[in-house]
């Protein structure tokens, strides 16, 4: 039985169940950041220490590519073991990012296509990207947990799922983001006063291996939302539970 009760979720619900999420499954979610970003913070650590990008361009080039497969990978594996515990399956790092493997190039791509139309969307005076933002938010938890064949298919299905819902998505991110922004504020606050420097530029990337999944877990619980809201999707899993 799925460990959390498939049924509409008030914002304030939204946010209680995706904050216990997080804490439920923060050993794993950090394990997958961890495995995925360890790479990139050692090349990061070699390219400050050695006077950065144009001291080291090619490592900051590499570190660049690296960043951007892994952290893809990361990203979709993060969101699997989510939607799993939320459907109240467990799975653990390994697992999670060896099934995210094949949707490696999808999800890239995805992030790209979407990046450039938000980006679009905030030149033409700042509302249509983040009506834009909103609408394609869920393109990552759909392509993963429906497997969706390609990038398109995913922003297309996003953009389904949130229509007539884009404030109440909009009002989650933003709760999110301000909560994941108050240490990296704190961070810049002992920066100004003690400088930086590498040991605060490894500190930047230990807070967003704690922080970041939180974002992951706040996008899949409103995947779920919506679709319970949309498509009857917690009668649909109550049936294949009585056939089960």
């Known amino acids: 039985m799925p460990t959390y009760s498939l049924r509409p979720l008030a914002l304030g619900e939204l946010l209680d169940v995706s904050f216990g999420l997080y ?3 923060l050993g794993t979610l950090v394990t997958i950041a961890l495995i995925t970003g360890g790479i990139p913070l050692i090349i990061s650590v070699f390219v400050e220490a050695a006077g950065g990008a144009t001291e080291a361009t090619g490592a900051w080039f590499l570190n660049l590519l690296l960043s951007m497969i892994l952290g893809a990978l990361g990203t979709g594996a993060s969101t699997y073991v989510v939607s799993q515990s939320y459907l109240g399956e467990e799975t653990h790092a390994a697992a999670a990012l060896g099934r995210m493997v094949p949707y490696l190039g999808r ?5 790209i296509l979407t990046t450039v139309l938000v980006f679009l969307g905030l030149l033409l005076l700042l509302v249509p990207g983040i009506i834009v933002a909103c609408g394609l938010a869920l393109g990552t ?3 993963v947990v429906e497997g969706l064949p390609g990038p398109g298919g995913a922003m297309q299905r996003s953009w389904s799922l949130t229509r007539g819902y884009r404030g109440k998505v909009f009002l989650a991110l933003l709760v999110t983001f301000l909560i994941f922004s108050i240490p990296f504020l704190g961070l810049g606050v002992l920066t100004a006063m003690f400088g930086g420097g590498l040991i605060f530029a490894i500190a930047t990337v230990a807070l967003s291996v704690l ?5 992951y877990v706040t996008l899949t619980v409103l995947y779920y939302d919506l679709r319970v809201r949309k498509e009857g999707f917690d009668l649909e899993m109550l049936a294949q539970a009585v056939g089960a």
């Open 23 to 25: 804490r439920r499954l």
């Open 141 to 143: 938890p759909a392509l």
């Open 211 to 215: 922080v970041t999944p939180l974002i």
């Open 107 to 111: 999800i890239i791509l995805l992030s």
